[in-house]
């Protein structure tokens, strides 16, 4: 069984600065391609930035030049840098991996979520 386990949420004025952590845990050979989504009340869940295994992002165009996402290989590790916040980034932000599991079958997994407030 894989974890990914969140943290680094929190309220923040905008303006201000975040990073989320995930960590991937549990029986597995690795983890490819991560990413973070975001939900927000009444909106569907979406892609913000996503990273492959060789270092090649993608962002969503409402936060290009405000977030970087980044990970560490070795700890099985993705974060999110989250600067000059806005409220409209205000949702819950969920960790998302594809994940290479024992079989070498590749299995996609989410966190639980962190919430993530800007106030105005």
């Known amino acids: 069984q894989v974890q990914l386990v969140e943290s680094g949420g929190g309220s923040v004025q905008a303006g201000g600065s975040l990073r989320l952590s995930c960590a991937a845990s549990g029986t597995m050979l690795s983890a490819n391609a991560m990413g973070w989504y975001r939900q927000a009340p009444g909106k569907q869940r979406k892609l913000v930035a996503s990273?492959?295994?060789?270092?090649?992002?993608n962002y969503v165009d409402s936060v290009q030049g405000r977030f970087t996402i980044s990970r560490d290989s070795a700890k099985n590790t993705v974060y999110l840098r989250m600067d000059s916040l806005k409220p409209e980034d205000t949702a819950v932000y969920y960790c998302?991996?594809?994940?290479?599991?024992?079989?070498?079958?590749?299995?996609?997994?989410w966190g639980q979520g962190t919430q993530v407030t800007v106030s105005s």
């Open positions: 990273i492959d295994n060789d270092g090649s992002t």
């Open positions: 998302n991996a594809n994940v290479l599991v024992l079989g070498r079958v590749l299995v996609n997994y």
